[in-house]
């Protein structure tokens, strides 16, 4: 999973984000049995979505010929990794939630929002788990009836961006659910795991919206199936102190990465860029440059954090290696 990381400089900014978290699970959301996934007619296109942790994520049924989903999130415990088609519109390609877990959340349309709700709106989210449905990752592998088999140059990517009182961030976060884009065919990829997605350089938000875009595009619109999946939705209970409007101080990627990392870095105020794993010991650590390649390739796979420091005051940022 490839994603593009703006970090904002807590040495510029004045950034701060305490630890207070909650968690979205969904696993305390309650299913008839096991292979099920949520279904709510009682109110034909309207909202009918459901709470979890501090959000709420909506979702539309329609009632017509049917009855069928129109957009918005369901949460599931289905466990079909392999079949393919609209049939199985409510399963993960992991086969399980994050951790593994019993439920996960689905979520079908080209765009979809979800609010914040109590203590953390206008807070930051942390970021949350990300896979693809067994839908969309079957039709990107081999094609079906509306959609073509991915091939070099193809991609399916999901953008986030933050909102506070309607006005859109500046910045948004996007990663990769499939992408065809390397030179070396070999590191192509559609996302069969979970995977984090950092949400924190969107700052303090009420709400957000997450977009899909993908290269297969008809006269209709997308062809790719509109579907994703995600776990662990993470909001924290503290703001983000921004004091100035300072650009961003680094870029970080390709995130994963496989052999290289590269950080552009754009804050000279940097005296040192360190690599440590999540158990908090040192990796590496490199001399401060416009642009830095730090070798990945040795190094266990699993998610890292890259640490920048100067002036007494530290920014991080995660990467996963691949």
Known sequence: MRTSTLLFSALLLGTTALKAQTVATFDDLTLPHADT???NYSASGTDVGFND????????????????????FAYSNMRDSVTSGFGNQYAAKTDTGCGPSANYAVAYG???????RGSAVGKPVAGFYLTNSTYAANSMRDGDFFARKFHNGDWFKLTVRGYMHGIASVDSVTTYLADYLF????????LRTWQWVDLLPLGNVDSISLTLSSTDNGSFGMNTPAYFC???FTTQESSLAVHSTQAAMAKVYPNPAKDLLYV????NSIQTVTVLNMAGQVIGTYAPSSHIEINTSSLPVGIYVLQMTGNGKTATAKFIKQ
């Open 110 to 116: 080209e765009t979809n929002y979800v609010t914040l």
């Open 37 to 39: 996934f949520y279904v």
């Open 264 to 267: 552009d870095l754009n804050d």
């Open 183 to 190: 030179p070396d065919t070999s590191m192509n990829y559609i």
């Open 53 to 72: 942790g501090l959000a709420h994520f909506p979702c539309v049924y329609d009632t017509s010929f049917g009855g069928f989903w129109t957009s918005g």
């Open 230 to 232: 995600i776990d662990n």
